[in-house]
């Protein structure tokens, strides 16, 4: 059984109003007409052949009326008996005029199954506007068609009546929908207004040459057809081009352009549905993305998966229920618009029904395929309020849920890596980058010279630094070298006070904490170089400041962390660490600028400021006598042109910086995403003679044959393993492993996120070469890295390789 129309059905609670206001206006319209209808018919034999052929091609042409495109057409179809009824209302009356009408709106609403109540509402309505029109009509001289030329009276009347039977027409049908379905009377008569004065305000204006030509001659009136019907067989055309438009041709399913619209028209019946507070409010978008369909065009060619597509639109089709709508968008992404939604998850189980369905085999030519999809969930109003913001969120979700190896993911704000924010961010980002580039001079020729006759001493690994004078109170632990140290001095800079502190691992140890959240020397799980909660950033010359939000966008700058030799407790090299302190934002997680910059073309003037600050700063240090190697990390973006070699090898060239100075530091994952272009970058800076180190080791893809295969000098034990070594075996024995497989490739094995002392020793006594964090020193800018060498002495484990005892965890 075919269920009814649902544009002859009223909405449950809507009954009560849309019958009053229908069985008003048929009153209205019958106390208006019923005089001239009756004396109608007492004149029928005295009309002319004229009236009965207009009579006759009007009730023939609303037998197919135009039909506008759109999911709901007979919404707004456009009935050409309108231009032969005003003609009959401007030649013979008011009476002719609605029974004729009325005789095409029975015809027309038989052809289009419309409901009793509607014939009869649509007859009054119309009606109504003859009447009105008529009334017009009667307000001018009269006689308009009587014979002789035509006054600027009776243009103006005859004008006139068209406006009154166009107002009184469109406020009533406008009203009707308002009342019928609860919904804004002027967004929706604002809305179809163009295209109703188009259609119908054109019918009217044909009305009176259509009286003038069958005045001359009966014969002339069906010539009005030729016109009529050249504008109908145009307007077919364009409709079926906009069809055409809207339809994927391969799967005959909608597509984006008819997405948009679906979308658009949704948005707006459930906010309508929202504020009225009805159920089934809420809207979801679901993006899917079929999974492997590239390695089937690729295998089998595009024919084959031509039909796959045709396969899987047909298994959608067939899934999702009317009124909800599936739509191809091209390639093998699919979309599907599910209406009066709940919660979001009516659209999970939607969207589990989806997979199974596409994960049963596609058999194709006797050959299985299985194609399986990921989709992405946006909800209105929840995850946003238009087309482009659902649709974008939706494409979010569902790359989160790729990322996953999930099939189903519903949009959050933490996956969305390419926020308003973000976008922001990274505009901020380049703004920054680009005065840098700006305002920096041009690097040196060969190296710098000295610095004169200024005193000079001794840091940790025996360079020659100027001095500074601070002094600092004595502090050695039992397994610590005695060694004099010269009383405190306090600043009355309260800050001053922590960057000292702070900067001395036996002072800090002996300085009780402000925040007792934060304890000095305790484990520190934020990112390495990054500032615990608390921590105010020195303001150095050379560090970053805040400027005026509206204009600036901050300062990059590179802070360094040192890197201690365990055994002998000597500075070997510093770590450099991208630090921007954003005018809005404070000082931003370095993670997070990363990941945004990694997305774009920033990336490269990111890595190309780091590289001339690093090699310009080593180049500092040389001219102070300071020899140590900086390590700086490098993205994947910069490993796959290979363009950073080119760079580097120019730095160190014009700055005058021996290549065993600088080490690049690639983690893991880098290494992955493309092993054949990160090799070939890799080995070409090995040949420069720039150290190679694997970063974060044990936390990605990696595998003993890295280790053999990469030209590598030191490996990196992850910060995961080494904060959890004193508290946790199994970390533990990771990092033993990681430092014995280092030593026996013959490889330096430094430690990240040393927090404390127990850790430190456990380090020594696996026989780890050199350390990093929180235990020694923080990240800090260049100038305090040569104060803090100043008053850094060097202190060395005493004893022997004893490991203290580890908790083991119990049994699994």
Same mark, same amino acid.
């Given at each position: 059984m075919e269920p009814p129309d649902p544009r002859n059905l009223v909405p449950p609670g809507r009954t009560t109003p849309f019958a009053v206001f229908v069985g008003l206006v048929l009153v209205v319209a019958v106390l208006l007409t019923v005089g001239p209808l009756v004396s109608f018919a007492g004149t029928l034999p005295d009309l002319p052949a004229a009236f009965w052929t207009m009579a006759v091609l009007a009730v023939a042409c609303d037998a197919r009326p135009f039909l506008p495109?759109?999911?709901?057409?007979?919404?707004?179809?456009?009935?050409?008996? !309108?231009?032969?009824?005003?003609?009959?209302?401007?030649?013979?009356?008011?009476?002719?005029?609605?029974?004729?009408?009325?005789?095409?709106?029975?015809?027309?609403?038989?052809?289009?199954?419309?409901?009793?109540?509607?014939?009869?509402?649509?007859?009054?309505?119309? =009606?109504?506007?003859?009447?009105?029109?008529?009334?017009? !009509?009667?307000?001018?001289?009269?006689?308009?068609f009587d014979g002789g030329r035509l006054g600027w009276t009776d243009i103006v009347a005859i004008g006139g009546a068209g406006v009154a039977w166009f107002a009184i027409n469109y406020g009533l049908v406008t009203t009707a929908v308002r009342l019928r379905f609860g919904e804004r009377w002027w967004p929706n008569a604002r809305h179809g207004l163009p295209f109703e004065l188009l259609s119908t305000g054109s019918l009217l204006l044909l009305a009176p040459v259509l009286v003038t030509a069958a005045r001359a001659s009966a014969a002339l009136v069906p010539l009005v057809l030729v016109p009529l019907f050249a504008v109908y067989r145009m307007a077919r055309l364009t409709v079926e081009q906009h069809q055409l438009a809207a339809i994927d041709p391969l799967t005959g399913l909608p597509n984006r352009k008819a997405l948009l619209s679906e979308v658009n028209e949704q948005v707006h019946r459930h906010a309508e549905r929202a504020a009225r507070g009805e159920p089934g409010a809420r809207l979801a978008l679901l993006l899917i993305d079929l999974d492997r369909f590239k390695n089937v065009n690729d295998a089998l060619g595009h024919a084959v998966g031509d039909?796959?597509?045709v396969e899987v639109s047909a298994r959608l089709t067939d899934l999702v229920p009317a009124p909800d709508l599936v739509v191809r968008l091209g390639g093998d992404e699919f979309a599907i618009v599910?209406?009066?939604?709940?919660?979001?998850?009516?659209?999970? =189980?939607?969207?589990?029904?989806?997979?199974?369905?596409?994960? +049963?085999?596609?058999?194709?030519?006797?050959?299985?395929?299985?194609?399986?999809?990921?989709i992405g969930i946006a909800l209105y109003p929840e995850h946003g309020e238009d087309f482009a913001t659902l649709m974008r969120h939706a494409d979010v979700a569902m790359y989160d849920a790729k990322h996953r190896n999930d099939t189903v993911a519903v949009y959050t704000a933490e996956s969305d890596h390419n926020s308003a924010e973000r976008l922001g961010l990274l505009a901020d980002l380049r703004r920054v980058l680009d005065a840098g580039a700006a305002g920096r001079p041009a690097a040196p020729d060969g190296p710098s010279g000295g610095s004169g006759d200024a005193p000079v001493v001794r840091g940790g690994d025996g360079a020659a630094l100027t001095a500074t004078p601070v002094v600092r109170q004595r502090g050695a632990g039992r397994w610590f070298r005695r060694r004099h140290r010269p009383p405190v001095v306090a600043s009355d800079d309260e800050l001053i006070a922590r960057i000292v502190t702070g900067a001395d691992p036996i002072l800090r140890r002996s300085v009780r904490p402000a925040d007792?959240?934060?304890?000095?020397? +305790?484990?520190?799980?934020?990112?390495?170089?990054?500032?615990?909660?608390?921590?105010?950033?020195?303001?150095?010359?050379?560090?970053?400041?805040?400027?005026?939000?509206?204009g600036d966008a901050g300062e990059i700058t590179m802070y360094y962390q040192p890197q201690i030799a365990i055994a002998t407790g000597e500075v070997v090299g510093v770590e450099a660490l991208l630090r921007w302190r954003h005018p809005r934002r404070g000082m931003v997680d370095p993670e997070e600028l990363i990941r945004v910059a990694e997305q774009s073309a920033v990336m490269r003037l990111l890595t190309r400021r780091v590289v001339d600050d690093v090699v310009e700063q080593l180049a500092k240090w040389s001219a102070a006598g300071l020899g140590l190697r900086a390590a700086l990390n490098v993205s994947v973006r910069d490993l796959h042109t290979g363009e950073i070699a080119d760079q580097i090898a120019d730095r160190l060239t014009r700055y005058g910086v021996p290549p065993e100075r600088l080490q690049l530091e690639i983690t893991e994952g880098a290494l992955m995403a493309d092993p054949r272009r990160v090799l070939t970058t890799i080995t070409r800076l090995h040949r420069i003679g720039v150290g190679i180190a694997l970063d974060d080791f044990g936390t990605g893809y990696s595998s003993l044959q890295h280790l053999r295969r990469l030209p590598l000098s030191e490996v990196k034990v992850d910060r995961s393993f080494v904060l959890g070594m004193t508290e946790d075996s199994d970390d533990a024995a990771i990092v033993r492993s990681t430092i014995e497989l280092g030593k026996a490739l013959g490889l330096r094995v430094v430690a990240e996120g040393v927090e404390d002392e127990k850790t430190w020793r456990m380090l020594h006594?696996?026989?780890?070469?050199?350390?990093?964090?929180?235990?020694?020193?923080?990240?800090?800018?260049? +100038?305090?890295?040569?104060?803090?060498?100043?008053?850094y002495r060097p202190v060395r484990?005493?004893?022997?390789?004893?490991?203290?005892?580890?908790?083991?965890?119990?049994?699994?």
């Open positions: 495109p759109g999911r709901r057409p007979s919404s707004s179809a456009v009935f050409p008996s !309108t231009c032969f009824t005003f003609a009959i209302l401007l030649g013979w009356g008011l009476g002719p005029a609605v029974a004729v009408q009325a005789v095409a709106v029975l015809v027309s609403g038989i052809r289009m199954r419309h409901a009793p109540w509607r014939v009869a509402f649509n007859a009054g309505q119309y =009606a109504v506007a003859l009447a009105a029109a008529y009334a017009v !009509t009667r307000l001018g001289p009269g006689g308009i039909r796959l597509l599910m209406t009066g939604v709940d919660d979001v998850t009516q659209a999970r =189980a939607l969207a589990d029904q989806v997979v199974r369905v596409l994960a +049963e085999p596609v058999a194709l030519d006797g050959l299985p395929l299985d194609v399986g999809g990921s007792p959240a934060v304890v000095p020397g +305790e484990p520190w799980s934020g990112p390495v170089g990054a500032h615990r909660p608390g921590d105010e950033v020195p303001s150095a010359a050379g560090a970053v400041s805040g400027g005026d939000p509206a006594a696996a026989g780890c070469d050199a350390a990093q964090g929180w235990f020694y020193a923080r990240p800090m800018p260049a +100038e305090e890295l040569v104060a803090w060498l100043g008053r484990p005493i004893g022997g390789h004893e490991e203290p005892d580890v908790p083991r965890r119990s049994p699994r």
